[in-house]
């Protein structure tokens, strides 16, 4: 019988996934810069390969974030949330942290290109007003 990965190494995965399509690295790349194949990289980023200390500080490196990124929120070995976990969003924004789509990153990527910070700060206030007003195709909760 298979054994399911290791939370934290999903965890990790997925965070390397995210980090990896944020700047607009193709696996085919990171795998290549690796001396891997994009299929190891797939199995790095569903967790189903465990990542090696010196694997993961050449992906920190290549991706531009120190190795620590990578654990941030990741559960502890018992299950609980780590302590940076408890500043994250609970829920549904959490749950939705784990399924970024292309328009995510489409949108986080134009909002990194943004170089007047109270433009930033007056778009982040424009969004949350628009997430917090219940649209007209939303049904019932």
């Known amino acids: 019988m298979k054994k399911a990965p290791d939370p934290v190494d999903r965890h990790v995965g997925h965070r390397v ?3 990896r399509l944020l ?3 193709s696996q085919e790349k990171l795998g290549d810069a690796l001396g891997v194949t994009f299929q190891q990289i797939q199995k790095y980023e569903k967790g189903t390969n ?7 500080r050449q992906i920190a490196d290549m991706l531009g974030v120190p190795v620590s990124f990578f654990y ?9 949330p780590s302590e940076d976990a408890a500043v994250k969003p609970t ?5 939705h942290d784990l399924f970024w789509t292309s328009q995510d990153l489409q949108l986080v990527r134009a909002f990194q290109r943004i170089g007047d910070n ?7 206030s424009l969004v949350e007003a628009i997430g917090a007003t219940p649209s007209s195709t939303d049904g019932p909760v």
């Open 50 to 56: 465990r990542i090696s200390a010196s694997r993961l």
């Open 23 to 25: 700047v607009g690295v």
């Open 72 to 80: 941030e929120g990741a559960p502890r070995q018992d299950g609980t």
């Open 17 to 19: 996934r995210v980090r």
């Open 91 to 95: 829920g549904e924004a959490a749950a």
């Open 118 to 124: 109270q433009l930033r700060r007056r778009i982040i």
